[in-house]
């Protein structure tokens, strides 16, 4: 826009605006053709001529943006596109809404402002760290391009929220974040199961048995740190029919949906064509949500059943997810009173105590909890743990992921002895000088069946890499179970295994040797090479939001309901460390020695 007007010509073909001359110099630059392409526009350039007279000024303003719309989006575009003319053809309208996205953003990462003593570290994330999680709050589980080309921005798992509600909240932003999550709720159908993801629609149905267990963790946070209540009575539409229904009446689909009918021979959520980890599939036939419920019902139907018996198969069950819906399910016992849903927290609670109980009966190996439960009789019976009989590396009986060590710690699911025994494993088998690695290698054609690992080199992303995301949901599980060692000599060794993987996830570690580890000194990445230690992968990833929780984690930050606690864990040797929290209502110094 210029003085009220747009421009004058436009061109999309780089050719078209160089001719014979170059970037610089461009030949063609005088008159562009102002000719569309249907097909994808690498290249953009706009035309405006206008005169100044001696000493007279004259803003130039671009506007970039896109909008949602199906069908003929002829008049909706029109419509949207004068809203937006009207409103900036006045340069000041202009600076006036920047200023308020930079307003918006100095306050925004005020939250939580460490002084540990080590200045890259504070600044880091003072600065950086937020901003990269309020990135990703935005824009979930898309890649950057250069890493997924043609993949779409949109949305997966609302993990992200977890660290960003607390900045959102502390500026009086709580609508926001309802918001936000509630673009998670109308994506779950009446069933129980969620789309994996979605933009303008959603996409893939239940095909991630992960998807909705995500979102219950996410109230919770939510309402246990506001003590929004009326959140939990709000309606919301329903993914895949007309209508809408409570949070309340959505968590509770979940929980059945999760805990009674996707289940497996041991009780335990399916693992469907993946859980949290998209490359970990087990079975050669699976179904997405759509075809379960269909079968379902045919079963119910076929032997008169109630609703809520188990669905019947022989799929492959996922003891992370178990891990998930315990933590779900306790969420929700805890939550229900306080809304006069005693009934359901009952429920919810017998829920949890079944599953814990089936995964000490079932998932304990004897020195680690299984990653999956193999239920068809292909000759093996567990993936993950000694003894499953699927390592590929020499000299292992068994293969181990990150994943069976943190989520068991997280969801109270695993001994202070399992806790140990699974530390000396994670150790010796897990633990490079990269960090930690996300698996052993596992020879999957025993099971035969392809899964996306085996894509990957060896030490590479899912293939033993060191997935950082993953990495910094062990580094936070360590510190939580620090805090409740009976055993002091654990608490320290569990204590400086998460400072191991925190020092190799912080971005800036790339510039003590940047042209072997890479990586950009701002922004985490989502791998580290277990082998070369290279930083690889999109800056879009969970990594930077669970290093945020680990960081809440190891200065003790716990706002709940306006109460403050405080249980911090310090490195070794450290003497002091302090921060500023700073919060809707007033600032605290917290120092700690």
């Known amino acids: 826009l210029c003085r009220g007007g747009t421009m004058d010509e436009f061109c999309v073909s780089l050719s078209d605006f160089i001719g014979t001359g170059s970037l610089e110099r461009p030949e063609l630059v005088s008159c562009l053709p102002s000719v569309y392409s249907r097909k994808m526009a690498p290249f953009f350039a706009m035309g405006k001529a206008f005169s100044l007279k001696p000493g007279e000024e004259a803003s130039v303003d671009e506007l970039v943006g896109m909008m949602e719309a199906e069908g003929d989006v002829r008049e909706p575009f029109e419509k949207a596109l004068g809203r937006l003319l009207d409103k900036y053809e006045d340069p000041a309208a202009l600076e006036e809404t920047l200023n308020r996205v930079i307003g918006f953003w100095e306050s925004y990462p005020a939250y939580i402002r460490p002084e540990t003593g080590d200045p890259r570290f504070d600044a880091y994330v003072s600065r950086n760290l937020p901003f990269q999680t309020l990135y990703q709050t935005y824009v979930s589980r898309a890649f950057a391009w250069t890493q997924k080309s043609y993949r779409e921005t ?25 918001e936000l999550i509630g673009s998670w709720v109308r994506n779950v159908f009446p069933m129980g199961y969620a789309y ?44 895949g029919e007309e209508g809408t229904r409570t949070l309340w009446d959505t968590i509770m689909a979940i929980l059945t949906y999760s805990g009674q009918i996707s289940v497996g021979a041991h009780g335990m959520p399916l693992l469907d064509k993946a859980d949290w980890n998209d490359t970990l599939r087990l079975d050669k036939d699976v179904m997405q949500g759509p075809e ?260 809440y984690e190891f200065l003790g930050v716990d706002v709940f309901g306006g109460k403050l606690r405080v249980s911090p864990v310090l490195r070794e040797n450290q003497g002091r460390t302090a921060y500023t929290l700073n919060l809707e209502k007033g600032s605290l110094h917290v120092t700690i020695v």
């Open 292 to 551: 379960k419920e269909a079968r379902y019902r045919r079963q119910l139907e076929e032997r008169g059943q109630p609703y809520g018996v188990p669905l019947e198969n022989t799929q492959s069950e996922s003891v992370m997810n178990a891990c998930l819906l315990i933590i779900a399910a306790d969420a929700a016992a805890e939550l229900a009173p306080a809304i006069g849903k005693d009934a359901d927290g009952a429920a919810a609670a017998a829920l949890a105590a079944r599953l814990r109980e089936s995964m000490q009966k079932n998932a304990w190996k004897g020195d680690f909890f299984a990653r999956c439960l193999i239920n068809d009789g292909r000759g093996y019976e567990y993936l993950g743990a000694g003894g499953d009989g699927l390592a590929l590396e020499p000299g292992q009986s068994g293969t181990y992921f990150l994943n069976s060590f943190s989520w068991p710690i997280l969801a109270g699911a695993a001994s202070e002895a399992q806790i140990a025994r699974m530390l000396d494993v994670v150790e010796e088998r897990l633990k490079t000088p990269a960090g930690l690695r996300l698996c052993t290698l596992v020879d999957f054609d025993r099971l035969q069946i392809q899964t996306g690992t085996q894509l990957y080199f060896p030490g590479d992303r899912e293939n033993g890499g060191v997935f950082k995301h993953a990495a910094m949901m062990a580094a936070a599980a360590s510190l939580q179970a620090s805090k409740k060692a009976a055993d002091e000599a654990l608490a320290r060794r569990l204590r400086d295994l998460a400072f191991f993987m925190i020092d190799r996830t912080v971005p800036y570690a790339a510039m003590d040797d940047p042209f072997v580890l890479k990586g950009n000194p701002r922004f985490c990445t989502q791998y580290n090479n277990s082998e070369t230690g290279e930083h690889i992968g999109p800056m879009l990833s969970g990594t930077a939001s669970w290093l945020t929780l680990a960081v």
């Open 196 to 239: 994996h993801n979605f933009t303008i629609r959603g996409k893939e149905p239940g095909d991630c048995s992960d998807d909705q267990l995500w979102l219950i963790q996410a109230v919770y946070r939510y309402v246990k740190h506001t003590g929004d209540l009326d959140f939990l009575r709000q309606e919301f539409p329903i993914a």
């Open 154 to 178: 949109g949305f997966r798992e609302i993990q992200d929220i977890y660290a960003s509600m607390y900045y959102l909240s502390a500026i009086g932003e709580n609508g926001l974040v309802r």
